[in-house]
């Protein structure tokens, strides 16, 4: 059976203003309605994190691969962490 993975953005500043602006950007290059747009980058702390990958595999995701968006990229851990508790 072929594996399936995901890709995406994962946004995790708590900056709100420059998340906006992120989703703005993603609306106005791909032609989508920002309520659309503002469903795809996985957001926020390591609990939220886990809840959208824990989705993904739900879904039948075998890979997550997103990439690291915003001024805090740095704040990888978030992902890592998300992770360990799958």
């Excluded at 890709?7 to 993603?26: I, K, P, T, W, Y």
């Excluded at 469903?39 to 609990?47: F, L, N, W």
């Amino acid at each position: 059976m072929p594996s399936v993975s995901v890709g995406g953005h994962a946004f995790l500043s708590g900056d709100r203003a420059a998340l906006e602006s992120f989703v703005s950007m993603l609306s106005g290059a791909h032609g989508m309605p920002e309520e659309t747009a503002r469903d795809i980058p996985v957001t926020s702390g390591v609990e939220e994190v886990a809840e959208r990958l824990a989705a993904y595999a739900e879904a039948g995701a075998d890979a997550v691969g997103p990439a690291l968006d915003g001024a805090e990229w740095m704040r990888q851990e978030v992902l890592a962490q998300a992770r360990d508790r799958l």
